[in-house]
C-alpha cells in the first residue's frame, strides 16, 4: 500500500513561492496519476493539479494556471507543487493523493496524505 507525505507548506506574503513535495513510498508509484487538491476553512475540497504516468500530461484548475506547476520525480517517488505569485486565496490545506485514472474528480483518488497547511498573507 503506498503512502503518501506531503512537506512545504508554510507561511508567505502574497506574490511570494512556495514549493510542495509529496513522498511517497512504495514501488508503484510510477503507475498512479497523482493530484494536489486543496480545501480552505469552510469549503470543500477542491481538484487543483494533477500529473498523469506520462508527466508531460498536466490539468490544472483555471485559478492556478500559470501561477502553479506540478511535476513528478519517479526516481525519488516523489510529486511536486510549484506555487509562485501566491494570493491570499490560495490559503488552504493542500493535499496530494493519488488514482488509477486520469481524473480531476475527487472520489476518483483513493490514495490521500495528511495535508500541509498554506497561508498566504496579505
Known amino acids: 500500500q503506498v503512502q503518501l507525505v506531503e512537506s512545504g507548506g508554510g507561511l508567505v506574503q502574497a506574490g511570494g513561492s512556495l514549493r510542495l513535495s509529496c513522498a511517497a513510498s512504495?514501488?508503484?508509484?510510477?503507475?498512479?496519476?497523482m493530484g494536489w487538491f486543496r480545501q480552505a476553512p469552510g469549503k470543500e475540497r477542491e481538484f487543483v493539479a494533477a500529473?498523469?504516468?506520462?508527466?508531460?500530461?498536466?490539468n490544472y484548475v483555471d485559478s492556478v494556471k500559470g501561477r502553479f506547476t506540478i511535476s513528478r520525480d519517479n526516481a525519488k517517488n516523489t510529486v511536486y507543487l510549484q506555487m509562485n505569485s501566491l494570493k491570499p486565496e490560495d490559503t488552504a490545506v493542500y493535499y496530494c493523493?493519488?488514482?488509477?485514472?486520469?481524473?480531476?474528480?475527487?472520489?476518483?483518488?483513493?490514495?490521500w496524505g495528511q495535508g500541509t497547511q498554506v497561508t498566504v498573507s496579505s
Open positions: 500529473i498523469n504516468w506520462n508527466p508531460d500530461i498536466t
Open positions: 493523493a493519488a488514482s488509477n485514472a486520469w481524473t480531476e474528480v475527487r472520489l476518483h483518488f483513493h490514495l
Open positions: 512504495g514501488r508503484t508509484f510510477s503507475r498512479y496519476v
